[in-house]
């Protein structure tokens, strides 16, 4: 089992930055691409961004790509996503979540190669 707990999210203005965290704990964390996903109200939940699992290849979503950055460190087993110059439309539940993918560098888009979630963090941007 893996266990992934999100933090970072809150209330921001248009135009501003948040910093979204995932800490691992339970398994070889390496052992897993990583990847974040937000669900809106009445959408269903798309990829946002992904990293490798050794954080060489990462991939975002035309809708983030330039604004948002997923990183990973290893040695702190977390995963992050940057966000900056926030839209209301990127208001979302935000989650993080671990495919069992050792050694491989790909990246996943669909949320049902995912092994684990987290429960998810809220992100409100106000206009």
């Known amino acids: 089992q893996v266990q992934l707990a999100e933090s970072g999210g809150g209330l921001v203005q248009a135009g501003g930055s948040l910093r979204l965290s995932c800490a691992a704990s339970?398994?070889?964390?390496?052992?897993?691409?990583m990847g974040w996903f937000r669900q809106a109200p009445g959408k269903e939940r798309e990829f946002v961004a992904g990293?490798?699992?050794?954080?060489?290849?990462?991939y975002h979503a035309d809708s983030v790509k330039g604004r948002f950055t997923i990183s990973r460190d290893n040695a702190k087993n977390t995963v992050y996503l940057q966000m900056n110059s926030l839209k209301p439309e990127d208001t979302a539940v935000y989650y993080c979540?671990?495919?069992?993918?050792?050694?491989?560098?790909?990246?996943?888009?669909?949320?049902?190669?995912?092994?684990?979630w987290g429960q998810g963090t809220q992100v409100t941007v106000s206009s």
């Open positions: 979540a671990a495919e069992f993918f050792p050694r491989e560098t790909g990246i996943s888009e669909l949320p049902g190669s995912y092994d684990y």
């Open positions: 339970g398994r070889t964390f390496t052992n897993y691409a």
């Open positions: 990293v490798s699992w050794n954080g060489v290849n990462t």
